[in-house]
Every structure is written in C-alpha cells, then in structure tokens.
C-alpha cells in the first residue's frame, strides 16, 4: 500500500492511498491542526459548545430540584448531542472558517476508485475521530458513464464539484456528486479527476469507462 500526497505545498488535504493491483482511495483530509493536537482549551471549542458548557453550570442548581426543568434540559442536551453525533465531519465549505472542534484529524470524505468494478463514494458522519455512521455510494463500472468536474453556485460563490454520470438503467441517467460536503478547491478536483481517468484507462486490468 502506497500513500502519498500529490499537493503537499498548496493543498496537504489530498490523500492518495494506492493499493497496487487493486484499488485507489482519493481522500480529503482537514489539515487544520489546533495550537496543540494534545492540549485543549476551553477557547479551541466552537463557541456554541462553550456556552452550552457554561449556562448548564450556572443553571443546574436552579434545575436539579425541579422535575420539568431536568427533563426540559435532558430534551436540549439530547438533541445537542444528537446534533453533534449525525453532523458530517469536516463537512464545511472551504471558502468559510472551520470550526476548530473539528481540527482534529478525522476520517475524510474519499473516491474510491476499484477498476474493474467500480468507483464508490463514502461520507463519514460523527464525532472528530469518531466516527458513528459511513454512507457509501457503490456505483458499478458498467453503469458509469464519464466522471467530470462542473460548476454550480453556492450562495453568491461559483464551485467547482466532481461527479460521476451514470445510467443504473436504459435512457435514465443520473449525477452523484463526490466530496458534496467539503467542495474542495479546483487544483483537488483536477487531481482526483485526472487519476481516476487514468486508474480506469490505464489503471489495474486496462479498464474503460463505458
């Protein structure tokens, strides 16, 4: 297994994993390390967090000795959490500030590329180095028919986005985009779309997309 990082000075998130004879994973990374990837600070939580810390420390002797209040703060923290837990990791918009909650290294958002079976898309959803749920997108090779990066908007921002056109059957196609939560910029779209044309037309068992 070979890893290797293709943008290492301009964008260090691109992880490439190759496993020679088998498969390729296209990964992107949160490459945004706190202060101290050993320390925490009550500052390095998202201020959200904070507050939430803090008002249950103020409130919670008014709150133990009422039933309702208990179960109304039981119902806020547990939607809290829940919040937390079914977030997609490092999922914001790169043109936009990450919250340093999620600076830790987590498991990214990948392509998989599998020739001669297919490409598979994978979301992670959870807790920073947490993970609690993978979605994952198997698109087979005889259903895709080109891999391309187009541009949409995004609020008052034009993006630039990869995705994968196929047809699951006759005269029915369809897009399914990769990386939909994190948009990397262009020069990591055009890797990844570079090596997932060569992997499928030159790669492991000389397949062509259809």
Known sequence: ????????????????????GLSREYRVENR????????????DLPWVDA???????????????????????????????YWKVTQVLWGANRSEPTPPLFRLMSPPESVLVLPPYGIQLETH??????????????????????????????????????AVLYSPRQGEQRLEVAY???????????????GIHECLHNGTGDVQIS
């Open 125 to 162: 959803r959870g807790l920073p180095s947490l993970p609690f749920f993978v979605s994952r997108r198997f698109i087979p090779l005889t259903e895709v028919q080109d891999v391309l990066i187009n541009e949409g908007l995004r609020r008052w921002d034009v993006r630039y986005y990869l």
């Open 32 to 43: 945004h390390p706190s202060r101290s990837q050993h320390r925490r600070r009550l500052s």
């Open 51 to 81: 507050f939430s810390v803090i008002l249950v420390g103020l409130l919670w002797p008014s709150v133990k000795g009422n039933a309702a209040l208990m179960v109304a703060t039981g119902i806020c923290l547990g939607l809290l959490i």
């Open 1 to 20: 297994m070979r890893r290797s990082r293709p943008l290492t000075e301009t964008h260090p998130e691109l992880l490439v994993i190759e496993t020679p």
């Open 180 to 194: 939909e939560n994190m948009l990397p910029r262009f020069p990591v779209l055009n890797m990844v779309y570079h």
